[in-house]
């Protein structure tokens, strides 16, 4: 694990803002440029609403370090000297990758939604070429233990998404959304979300928009109530207690021109909250300076997450035992991943060297000149011979080099263990002796 390195900017050190400058970051484009790094030999990039993370592994991780700050400090747009960039090194980057696909550092502990960026993350890799034997085999173990911390603790029940805290921060704000006229822009995936949080809410209407028409009429169907083409927008933002903007688009969707237009035609003194848990934000932050209106994005959440994170104490603990388990189990395996390619060049050298000895031996018992057992007695010699070959002229070297330590590790590899291996006088064949 000492060969991985990792960047980190997150909703714990960042704000929303800090980490949406960010958003137009390619990973494409990332990528390679983190698998070019001094050292470094494959990278993967992971970006999500909540954290721009650069996860390489590197045969010189000092080295592979300093270009890392240098290509950060070169694509941040803020300063990142304030503690906003975090560096992990081995085990810890690796802990901290299976924590991220269970949810455990996640703004709202817990949200499935991760599980899924992660795989993504792993699939754009292999698709860039970036990623190789060492960070998939961490990235596949992070996608099991994700699953696995789901299947085996509580930890994803309940207020486990953005979408499904920001319908609970309006209810918490208003009391309640029984009698509420609510607008939902957006009809994708955290859109969703929000929807299938709101039914059983009882709101007394909800309205939603999206530039595609056909699937805010869907959304509309599940949540029983209307869609509005988004031209007609400001008609129903003037009619809304609650907007819930979640939406892909890059640029702003909700103004502060919109929203001057929409108050003005309002119930004098009645208030509107809008709730932006989009990425990047699509409402103005000037928004909140219109008469009346209450401006909320992902920031504004946290008072959520710290409740989540309060009622999920023991089920933390509970993911946090399997992650530790499974951390050793994947730490086991990638020190075998050094003997797995020895072992692969070792068992392809003399496959090969079968193969070529076995074809000779059935050409002469296909002649029918030789006895069969004879062939089979010179193809057990032969194979024997050559297999030991190697070994053989490398015990010789060691022995005329006085390099006696070779023979501990040569009664290891060979199941010799209680056998002692006597080098001879200098060029005569080398003999072992059973040790009593």
């Known amino acids: 694990m000492d060969s991985i390195i990792s960047a980190h900017i997150t ?35 992971l970006r999500t609403c909540n954290r721009v993370e650069l996860y390489i592994a590197t045969s010189d991780a000092s080295a592979t370090r300093e270009g890392l700050e240098d290509m950060i400090n070169g694509l941040v747009p803020f300063d990142a ?8 090194t081995g085990k810890d980057s690796v ?21 899924f960026q992660v795989k993504e993350a792993f699939e754009q890799a292999e698709r860039a070429g970036t990623i190789g034997p060492m960070l998939s085999i961490v990235f596949r173990k992070a996608i099991s ?33 029984a009698d509420k006229n609510i607008l939902v822009v957006g009809a994708g995936e955290m859109a969703t979300l929000i929807a299938k949080h709101l039914v059983g809410k009882g709101p007394r209407a909800v309205f939603v928009s999206n530039r595609t028409y056909a699937r805010a009429v869907e959304l509309a169907w599940v949540l029983n109530g209307k869609a509005v083409r988004f031209d007609s927008l400001v008609e129903f933002l003037s009619q809304a207690d609650v ?28 208030k509107v909250m809008i709730i932006d848990v989009s990425f990047p934000r699509n409402v103005e932050t000037e928004v ?25 104490r023991a089920e933390i603990r509970n993911a946090e035992k399997i992650i530790g388990l499974e951390l050793e189990s994947l730490g086991r395996r990638i020190k075998e991943m050094k003997a797995d ?4 060049r070792l068992y392809g050298k003399y496959t090969e060297l079968k193969e070529r000895e076995v ?65 001879r006088k200098q060029g005569s064949k080398i003999a072992h002796e059973t040790g009593h």
């Open 341 to 344: 390619e020895v072992l692969g």
């Open 145 to 177: 233990v994700g699953k696995k911390v789901r299947s085996e603790t509580r930890v994803n029940k309940g207020c486990v998404s953005v979408g499904t805290a920001a319908v609970e921060l309006a209810e918490d704000k208003l009391g309640t959304l």
């Open 95 to 115: 802990r901290h990758i299976l924590r991220v696909a269970s949810g455990l550092e996640s703004m709202i502990v817990g949200e499935d939604q991760i599980q």
């Open 243 to 270: 907007v819930l903007v979640a939406t892909s688009a890059t640029h702003m969707i909700l103004t502060r021109d919109h929203m001057e237009k929409a108050v003005a035609v309002r119930d004098h003194g009645r």
């Open 81 to 88: 000297e304030q503690n906003l960039v975090q560096y992990l």
């Open 288 to 312: 909140a300076e219109v008469p009346g209106v209450e401006l909320y994005d992902i920031d504004g959440l946290r008072g959520k997450a710290e409740e989540n994170l309060l009622k999920r």
């Open 11 to 45: 909703h714990k050190q960042a704000l929303m803002a800090d980490i949406e400058r960010l958003g137009d970051l390619d990973p494409f484009k990332l990528m390679p440029a983190g698998a070019a790094l001094p050292g470094a030999s494959e990278c993967l990039a």
């Open 359 to 423: 074809r000779k031996a059935m050409n002469r018992l296909t002649s029918g000149k030789e006895p069969a057992e004879a062939v089979l007695k010179d193809l057990a010699d032969v194979m024997t011979s050559k297999f030991l070959a190697d070994p053989t002229e490398a015990l010789k070297d060691a022995c005329r080099n006085g390099n006696e330590d070779i023979f501990g590790s040569v009664q290891i590899l060979f199941g010799l263990e209680g056998e002692i291996i006597v080098p």
